[in-house]
């Protein structure tokens, strides 16, 4: 059964453009640039600061405890000394309707909403953050229910029961080809019905001046959208650049050749074996009862289990329905490329951080070789080699960006790449989506992340990255732990700049929540 579905990556880019009204007359005659806002807090110009990086948090509690609550009673002890918070995407599980915002997102985050006290008045396209709150589209914020699964499970809670899928929280809404997620935090400028309004609006909001002309100006406690679903700011001298990765994350083509058959084959075999994996699961939940509380942990674990699966089944469909031309958005890609360039000659920008959801590198069980993640690899590092290329000299020794956070992978790693031979080399990756949805265990094959490559000596392999540190699911500890994460990054002066990555985790063991700090990494 398809419980999920998924828009097309011509429809989320169509559909992202017609709610920001991309290039509208009236935002061209301003000058506005869509990809651009200012956080005007008056401190962006100090180099030493603070922020918080969460991801993968968007779940309902669980039998009685309530992770990314957790998370969050952590983050509020750092909260006055950050200026900002990143979000890595997934902000809702499992379709990001808007039907979960309340239980998934506002209540767990009140302190951090305008009005929070009162969680309950907060409806998710009115939401005011009072520190800011900076986000990028995970998978899940664009998925939507098949109509079909939607009618039962929406209908019937006897089928619900008996599926078991209460627990994945899918109910009668998806996300409506990310609709539900730009209400929520993009500025919404669809929803202005006469050119007035929409001239008053612009005339208000996007008030503040950078070298690519005016911009959005993002006011914490009064006004907090991003302008589009890619964007970047500059804070203490430091360019951010938050991506929408779904859209350039199709694998690459199978081969028309007698292998990419036998692959082609391989992968549909695989598809009918976790077909049956699905039914074996489905059938174990059907003899738990969730009331009692070692079944109701044991359907806790089946619910990730089929979590899982779905994204197994996903990543094999985008394979199979691979072509010779892909759709992948250049046009973002191109965005990136230029702006990066762009960053390296401004004198007064001393360093760079990406963020989005798929990550190019990582060790976690079940996306470490996910066609998806070689897709983002190779993408981004397409874009790398092109600006190193145009750069030349003028880097040095220094990698195109010094941080990159990701989200996807239910864990907090740190990963830093070796030199791969091309300008993603001396990369250093943060996995931070261990913030809600349950943790997962790191691969067996172990620490060193190897990629397969061609060469006039035919096929090879060569070591593309390290894992240097791991916080997830593990089988060898007893009792069960299960640790959710956030991390807090310190940036220091200077140029180049340093950071401090401080793990922050809440771990349960057994019935038990434990909070504690990890040591330092200086990057």
């Not at 300008?423 to 060193?448: F, M, V, W, Y």
């Amino acid at each position: 059964m398809k419980l999920i579905s998924e828009p097309s990556i011509p429809v989320k880019i169509h559909k992202m453009k017609e709610r920001v009204r991309w290039q509208h007359p009236s935002i061209v005659q301003r000058g506005i640039d869509q990809t651009s806002l200012v956080i005007d807090d008056g401190r962006d110009e100090n180099p030493e600061f603070s922020f918080m990086v969460i991801g993968d948090s968007g779940t309902k509690s669980h039998y009685g405890s309530h992770p990314q609550r957790q998370v969050a009673e952590l983050m509020l002890a750092h909260k006055d000394q950050c200026r900002f918070v990143l979000h890595t995407g997934d902000v809702i599980y499992v379709v990001g309707s808007h039907e979960y915002y309340p239980a998934n997102f506002i209540e767990p985050y009140r302190e951090f909403l305008v009005g929070g006290e009162n969680p309950h008045k907060i409806a998710s396209d009115r939401m005011t953050f009072n520190l800011p709150f900076l986000p990028v589209l995970g998978n899940h914020d664009y998925y939507d229910v098949p109509l079909m699964y939607r009618l039962l499970t929406g209908s019937t809670l006897r089928l619900r029961r008996m599926l078991r899928y209460k627990d994945f929280e899918i109910g009668w809404h998806g996300s409506n080809q990310g609709d539900a997620y730009a209400k929520a935090f993009i500025d919404y400028l669809a929803a202005f019905n006469t050119p007035e309004a929409l001239h008053r609006h612009l005339d208000q909001h996007y008030t503040a001046k950078t070298d690519t002309g005016r911009c959005l100006r993002y006011l914490p406690g009064e006004f907090t959208r991003v302008p589009n679903r890619y964007y970047t700011f500059r804070y203490g001298g430091i360019d951010f650049f938050a991506l929408d990765s779904n859209t350039w994350n199709t694998p690459s083509p199978l081969p028309t050749t007698p292998a990419g058959d036998i692959y082609r084959r391989e992968l549909q075999q695989r598809r009918q074996e976790i077909d049956q994996e699905e039914r074996q699961i489905l059938g174990e939940c059907d003899t738990l009862n969730p009331d009692h509380p070692d079944d109701a942990e044991q359907l806790d674990d089946l619910s990730a289990k089929l979590d899982q699966i779905n994204e197994v089944k996903i990543d094999i469909e985008k394979q199979l329905a691979s072509h010779n031309t892909p759709n992948i958005d250049f046009e973002q890609l191109d965005w990136l490329r230029s702006r990066l360039i762009a960053s390296w000659n401004t004198t007064e920008v001393r360093g760079r951080i990406i963020f989005f959801h798929h990550p190019p590198y990582v060790t976690e069980a079940t996306k470490w070789n996910q066609a998806q993640t070689l897709a983002v690899r190779h993408r981004l590092r397409w874009v790398f080699n092109q600006v190193a290329e145009t750069l030349g000299s003028l880097v040095k020794e220094r990698p195109i960006v010094d941080l990159i956070f990701n989200g996807h992978a239910h864990c907090l790693e740190y990963l830093r790449t070796v030199d791969t031979g091309y300008a993603d080399s001396h990369l250093n990756c943060i996995i931070s989506g261990g913030s809600g949805r349950r943790p997962r265990r790191q691969r067996p094959e172990g620490t060193e992340l190897m990629e397969i490559f061609h060469d006039h000596s035919g096929r090879s392999v060569r070591k593309v990255a390290d894992s240097l540190l791991y916080v997830g699911r593990s089988d060898q500890n007893s009792p069960k732990r299960l640790p959710y994460s956030a991390v807090r990054i310190d940036v220091q002066a200077g140029n180049p700049p340093q950071f401090i990555v401080r793990p922050l985790v809440a771990e349960r063991v057994e019935e038990q929540w434990h909070k504690h700090e990890l040591a330092p990494l200086v990057i």
